[in-house]
């Protein structure tokens, strides 16, 4: 494997070099480099790397602007001082997120986690496999219906929150607070209604794009939400969703 390694602090980058080479003695440090412009030119003018570790605060700036510049699909481990660039490194190839002083344990599993994936699909064409689904032409719900003590009411889909199965039924949330309760199932509804909108985060909740208050990435790799009106704090997305969660985002 050839590794691109992107560290502004000379001590650091030697320090993460000399784990990488203990961790993975075969693997070729192909460049260092410490700034946006000198991480551009190198991605320019050589075979994009297997993998990138990538701090997020460089010499002239954060790294994210690199990949405004210039078009990489390599999987990247991010390394930061701070955690308030995890939702944004999330979005961008992301493999793992390391806070300084890196642990070499930490190194390590972000290693394995890579190599498990790297005989996956590629994460474009994941991506491109998954932009093609939402392109092509489906018949989308709209609209539900909900029986009441009167008789029924319509819906929007587009008013929903997020959806809750719970005792063998489907508790539907507004956007407003609104609770109404349906017998179809999950699966149905996750196959019906917008997948741009739309997205399983596990067993239990489907919820609509705009009801994500907050996402956090746990130092376990697991991903926390928190969704709008609702008082349930364990929501994780499961973990063999999280790449398509990490898609979904991005579309």
């Not at 939702?87 to 300084?100: C, G, H, M, Q, W």
Request: proline share 3%; aromatic share 8%; charged share 25%.
């Amino acid at each position: 494997m050839v590794v691109l390694i992107v560290e502004d602090e000379t001590a650091a980058a030697r320090q993460l070099g000399n784990m990488l080479s203990k961790l993975r003695p075969r693997w070729q440090i192909a460049g260092m480099t410490e700034s946006i412009s000198e991480t551009v030119q190198w991605l320019t003018n050589n075979p994009l790397p297997d993998i990138i570790l990538m701090d997020i605060q460089l010499s002239d700036g954060e790294c994210f602007a690199i990949f405004e510049q210039i078009e990489i699909h390599t999987p990247v481990i991010f390394t930061t001082a701070f955690d308030e660039y995890a939702i944004r490194a999330f979005k961008v190839n992301s493999i793992d997120y390391l806070l300084k002083p890196i642990e070499e344990e930490e190194l390590a599993q972000a290693l394995v986690k890579y190599e498990s994936l790297h005989h996956m699909p590629s994460m474009n064409a994941q991506l491109t496999k998954l932009m093609q689904h939402l392109a092509s032409p489906v018949n989308t719900r709209e609209r539900m219906l909900f029986r009441t003590h009167n008789g029924i009411k319509s819906i929007e889909c587009s008013d929903i929150a997020y959806i809750k199965a719970q005792d063998k039924h489907l508790y539907v949330y507004t956007f407003n607070g609104e609770m109404n309760i349906t017998d179809q199932s999950l699966d149905e509804l996750a196959q019906s209604l917008s997948a741009r909108l739309f997205f399983r985060i596990n067993r239990k909740y489907l919820c609509h794009i705009k009801a994500l208050q907050q996402i956090r990435i746990l130092s376990n790799s697991r991903v926390h939400v928190m969704l709008t009106h609702c008082k349930d704090e364990d929501i994780f997305v499961s973990q063999s969703r999280i790449s398509d969660f990490r898609q979904w985002l991005d579309t």
